[in-house]
């Protein structure tokens, strides 16, 4: 059993950052591929970014590549979205989920665990 609880969503203008962080309580936090969802008012929810066990691989939806970057620290037991460059259309909850597998997945299906969410606002 694993509890996510996310942290450091927020306001911030076009164009400004945000870190978001999603602490894991439970054992074996190094053995679960840790994933970001997001969803929007009226959207279903999406797949934003995962990262392995090991945090050697990652992978990311087209629409944040190049401006978010997911890692973990497996000794604190939390997962980082650092969120740059940021968009109003990136305006949304933001979700860390949690499955134990080696596959680094991007289907919402494929996780386990879920966070409360965190909102985040981006103003034009």
């Known amino acids: 059993q694993v509890q996510l609880v996310e942290s450091g969503g927020g306001m911030v203008q076009a164009g400004g950052s945000l870190r978001l962080s999603c602490a894991a309580s439970g054992r074996s936090f190094s053995t679960y591929t840790m994933a970001w969802f997001r969803q929007a008012p009226g959207k279903e929810r999406e797949f934003v970014a995962a990262i392995s066990y090991s945090g050697i691989t990652t992978r990311y939806a087209d629409s944040v590549k190049g401006r978010f970057t997911i890692s973990r620290d497996n000794a604190k037991n939390t997962v980082y979205l650092q969120m740059n460059s940021l968009k109003p259309e990136d305006t949304a909850v933001y979700y860390c989920?949690?499955?134990?597998?080696?596959?680094?997945?991007?289907?919402?299906?494929?996780?386990?665990?879920w966070g409360q969410g965190t909102q985040v606002t981006v103003s034009s």
């Open positions: 989920a949690a499955r134990k597998t080696v596959v680094v997945v991007t289907s919402l299906y494929e996780y386990d665990y």
